[in-house]
Protein backbone atom coordinates (compact mmCIF):
# COMPACT_ATOMS: atom_id res chain seq x y z
CA UNK A 1 0.00 0.00 0.00
CA UNK A 2 2.03 3.21 -1.62
CA UNK A 3 -0.29 5.57 -0.11
CA UNK A 4 1.11 8.97 -1.13
CA UNK A 5 4.17 9.04 -3.18
CA UNK A 6 6.47 12.16 -3.89
CA UNK A 7 9.61 12.32 -6.29
CA UNK A 8 12.39 13.57 -6.24
CA UNK A 9 13.63 13.29 -2.14
CA UNK A 10 16.19 15.92 -2.80
CA UNK A 11 16.86 18.06 -5.87
CA UNK A 12 19.31 20.86 -5.77
CA UNK A 13 18.64 23.56 -8.31
CA UNK A 14 20.28 26.89 -9.43
CA UNK A 15 18.04 30.44 -10.11
CA UNK A 16 15.97 30.57 -12.96
CA UNK A 17 15.82 26.91 -13.38
CA UNK A 18 12.66 25.34 -13.62
CA UNK A 19 11.71 21.46 -12.11
CA UNK A 20 8.36 19.45 -11.36
CA UNK A 21 7.87 17.99 -8.08
CA UNK A 22 6.34 14.46 -8.76
CA UNK A 23 3.01 13.13 -6.19
CA UNK A 24 0.81 10.25 -6.46
CA UNK A 25 -1.67 8.86 -4.40
CA UNK A 26 -3.33 5.45 -5.04
CA UNK A 27 -6.04 5.93 -2.61
CA UNK A 28 -7.98 7.27 -5.27
CA UNK A 29 -8.94 10.23 -2.82
CA UNK A 30 -10.51 13.15 -4.19
CA UNK A 31 -8.19 15.69 -2.71
CA UNK A 32 -4.94 16.73 -3.23
CA UNK A 33 -2.82 19.32 -2.35
CA UNK A 34 0.90 20.87 -1.84
CA UNK A 35 2.52 22.53 1.60
CA UNK A 36 6.03 24.31 2.02
CA UNK A 37 7.65 24.07 5.50
CA UNK A 38 9.65 26.55 6.28
CA UNK A 39 11.50 26.26 9.85
CA UNK A 40 9.03 27.93 12.20
CA UNK A 41 6.39 28.46 10.08
CA UNK A 42 4.73 25.10 10.21
CA UNK A 43 3.15 23.89 6.87
CA UNK A 44 1.60 26.41 4.30
CA UNK A 45 -0.87 25.94 1.69
CA UNK A 46 0.47 26.36 -1.86
CA UNK A 47 -2.30 25.03 -4.15
CA UNK A 48 -4.73 22.64 -4.32
CA UNK A 49 -7.05 20.44 -6.22
CA UNK A 50 -11.00 19.17 -5.06
CA UNK A 51 -10.72 16.93 -8.45
CA UNK A 52 -9.31 15.81 -11.48
CA UNK A 53 -9.34 19.32 -13.87
CA UNK A 54 -10.02 21.58 -10.49
CA UNK A 55 -7.43 23.73 -9.27
CA UNK A 56 -7.30 26.95 -6.85
CA UNK A 57 -4.31 28.64 -4.76
CA UNK A 58 -3.38 28.14 -1.17
CA UNK A 59 -2.15 30.62 0.90
CA UNK A 60 1.62 31.22 -1.03
CA UNK A 61 1.21 30.03 -4.92
CA UNK A 62 3.72 32.09 -6.27
CA UNK A 63 5.98 31.10 -8.18
CA UNK A 64 4.48 28.00 -8.39
CA UNK A 65 2.11 25.88 -10.97
CA UNK A 66 -0.07 22.80 -10.71
CA UNK A 67 -2.51 20.28 -12.76
CA UNK A 68 -4.45 17.88 -12.18
CA UNK A 69 -5.15 15.69 -14.86
CA UNK A 70 -5.70 12.61 -13.14
CA UNK A 71 -7.20 11.85 -9.52
CA UNK A 72 -3.63 10.33 -8.82
CA UNK A 73 -1.29 12.57 -9.60
CA UNK A 74 -0.85 16.25 -8.51
CA UNK A 75 2.98 17.31 -9.78
CA UNK A 76 3.76 21.02 -8.30
CA UNK A 77 5.76 22.70 -11.28
CA UNK A 78 8.19 26.00 -10.22
CA UNK A 79 8.73 28.33 -13.19
CA UNK A 80 11.58 29.89 -12.63
CA UNK A 81 13.72 28.44 -9.16
CA UNK A 82 14.76 31.44 -6.72
CA UNK A 83 16.79 30.82 -3.20
CA UNK A 84 13.18 31.74 -1.14
CA UNK A 85 11.61 28.67 -3.01
CA UNK A 86 14.81 26.47 -0.56
CA UNK A 87 11.85 24.47 1.51
CA UNK A 88 10.61 21.14 2.38
CA UNK A 89 7.57 20.42 -0.56
CA UNK A 90 4.78 18.00 1.21
CA UNK A 91 1.97 16.61 -0.76
CA UNK A 92 -0.96 15.17 0.99
CA UNK A 93 -4.66 13.60 -0.04
CA UNK A 94 -7.38 13.18 1.67
CA UNK A 95 -11.21 11.45 0.90
CA UNK A 96 -13.54 13.92 -0.18
CA UNK A 97 -16.02 15.12 2.63
CA UNK A 98 -18.50 12.59 1.90
CA UNK A 99 -16.10 9.92 3.41
CA UNK A 100 -13.49 11.38 5.30
CA UNK A 101 -13.04 13.30 8.15
CA UNK A 102 -10.42 16.03 6.59
CA UNK A 103 -7.18 13.66 7.95
CA UNK A 104 -4.46 14.28 5.58
CA UNK A 105 -2.19 11.65 4.22
CA UNK A 106 1.17 12.49 3.42
CA UNK A 107 4.25 11.84 1.17
CA UNK A 108 7.48 11.59 2.87
CA UNK A 109 9.02 15.04 1.70
CA UNK A 110 10.85 16.45 -1.42
CA UNK A 111 13.40 18.55 -0.12
CA UNK A 112 14.48 21.45 -2.47
CA UNK A 113 17.86 23.77 -2.05
CA UNK A 114 18.22 26.87 -4.38
CA UNK A 115 21.06 28.33 -5.12
CA UNK B 1 -10.96 32.54 9.70
CA UNK B 2 -9.93 29.63 11.44
CA UNK B 3 -6.33 29.39 13.22
CA UNK B 4 -4.23 27.72 15.66
CA UNK B 5 -1.36 29.14 17.82
CA UNK B 6 0.56 26.54 19.56
CA UNK B 7 2.23 27.46 22.88
CA UNK B 8 5.76 26.71 23.24
CA UNK B 9 8.13 25.99 20.20
CA UNK B 10 10.44 23.46 21.85
CA UNK B 11 9.27 21.58 24.91
CA UNK B 12 11.69 19.67 26.92
CA UNK B 13 10.77 16.63 29.06
CA UNK B 14 11.95 14.25 31.13
CA UNK B 15 11.99 9.96 29.82
CA UNK B 16 8.97 8.89 32.35
CA UNK B 17 7.24 12.83 32.81
CA UNK B 18 3.88 13.72 31.54
CA UNK B 19 4.17 15.83 28.36
CA UNK B 20 1.83 18.62 27.80
CA UNK B 21 1.84 20.49 24.68
CA UNK B 22 -0.60 23.43 24.24
CA UNK B 23 -3.00 24.44 21.77
CA UNK B 24 -5.53 27.37 21.23
CA UNK B 25 -7.88 27.56 18.47
CA UNK B 26 -10.07 30.37 16.98
CA UNK B 27 -12.84 29.37 15.25
CA UNK B 28 -16.57 30.72 15.38
CA UNK B 29 -17.92 27.47 14.32
CA UNK B 30 -17.52 23.69 15.96
CA UNK B 31 -13.91 23.11 14.24
CA UNK B 32 -12.06 20.12 12.90
CA UNK B 33 -8.98 20.12 14.82
CA UNK B 34 -5.83 17.55 14.93
CA UNK B 35 -2.76 16.88 16.20
CA UNK B 36 0.07 15.69 13.67
CA UNK B 37 3.28 14.31 14.46
CA UNK B 38 6.33 14.07 12.30
CA UNK B 39 9.66 12.37 12.78
CA UNK B 40 13.04 13.30 11.98
CA UNK B 41 12.94 13.28 8.01
CA UNK B 42 9.73 12.08 7.35
CA UNK B 43 6.27 13.31 6.60
CA UNK B 44 3.22 14.02 9.23
CA UNK B 45 1.20 11.63 10.46
CA UNK B 46 -2.12 11.59 12.16
CA UNK B 47 -2.18 11.43 15.77
CA UNK B 48 -5.65 11.97 16.50
CA UNK B 49 -8.68 13.85 15.69
CA UNK B 50 -11.18 15.70 17.31
CA UNK B 51 -14.98 14.95 15.75
CA UNK B 52 -17.01 16.50 18.12
CA UNK B 53 -18.37 12.71 19.60
CA UNK B 54 -16.38 13.40 22.71
CA UNK B 55 -14.30 16.12 24.21
CA UNK B 56 -11.63 13.95 25.46
CA UNK B 57 -10.05 11.91 22.35
CA UNK B 58 -7.62 8.98 22.35
CA UNK B 59 -4.96 8.44 19.86
CA UNK B 60 -2.18 6.46 18.86
CA UNK B 61 0.92 5.71 20.97
CA UNK B 62 -0.76 6.77 24.30
CA UNK B 63 -1.41 10.29 23.47
CA UNK B 64 -4.59 11.89 23.96
CA UNK B 65 -6.67 15.65 23.92
CA UNK B 66 -9.11 17.18 25.52
CA UNK B 67 -11.69 19.91 23.66
CA UNK B 68 -12.65 22.90 25.90
CA UNK B 69 -14.66 25.20 24.48
CA UNK B 70 -14.80 27.54 27.19
CA UNK B 71 -10.71 27.06 26.79
CA UNK B 72 -10.76 27.66 23.16
CA UNK B 73 -8.10 24.59 23.97
CA UNK B 74 -7.15 21.52 22.28
CA UNK B 75 -3.75 20.37 24.14
CA UNK B 76 -2.45 17.41 23.97
CA UNK B 77 -1.03 15.13 26.69
CA UNK B 78 0.64 11.60 27.52
CA UNK B 79 1.05 10.55 30.66
CA UNK B 80 4.43 9.16 30.44
CA UNK B 81 6.94 10.55 28.03
CA UNK B 82 9.30 7.59 26.32
CA UNK B 83 12.54 8.59 23.89
CA UNK B 84 10.58 7.72 21.11
CA UNK B 85 8.16 10.39 21.34
CA UNK B 86 10.74 12.91 20.42
CA UNK B 87 9.47 14.91 17.56
CA UNK B 88 7.30 17.77 16.22
CA UNK B 89 3.86 18.47 16.71
CA UNK B 90 1.40 20.16 14.68
CA UNK B 91 -1.84 21.17 15.80
CA UNK B 92 -4.05 21.70 13.11
CA UNK B 93 -7.66 23.17 12.56
CA UNK B 94 -10.05 23.13 9.56
CA UNK B 95 -10.70 20.53 7.28
CA UNK B 96 -10.63 19.59 3.56
CA UNK B 97 -10.00 22.89 1.55
CA UNK B 98 -9.47 25.14 4.73
CA UNK B 99 -6.70 23.87 6.77
CA UNK B 100 -4.46 26.06 9.14
CA UNK B 101 -1.37 24.12 10.65
CA UNK B 102 0.10 25.41 13.69
CA UNK B 103 3.67 26.46 13.67
CA UNK B 104 4.61 23.31 15.44
CA UNK B 105 6.52 22.28 18.96
CA UNK B 106 9.60 20.11 19.05
CA UNK B 107 9.57 17.75 21.90
CA UNK B 108 13.02 16.90 23.37
CA UNK B 109 12.63 14.02 25.87
CA UNK B 110 15.88 13.69 27.93
CA UNK B 111 16.91 10.46 29.37
Known amino acids: NAGVTQTPKFQVLKTGQSMTLQCAQDMNHEYMSWYRQDPGMGLRLIHYSVGAGITDQGEVPNGYNVSRSTTEDFPLRLLSAAPSQTSVYFCASTPGLAEGTGELFFGEGSRLTVL | AQSVTQLGSHVSVSEGALVLLRCNYSSSVPPYLFWYVQYPNQGLQLLLK??????LVKGINGFEAEFKKSETSFHLTKPSAHMSDAAEYFC?????????FGTGTKLQVIP
Open chain 2, 92 to 100: VTGGYQKVT
Open chain 2, 50 to 55: YTSAAT
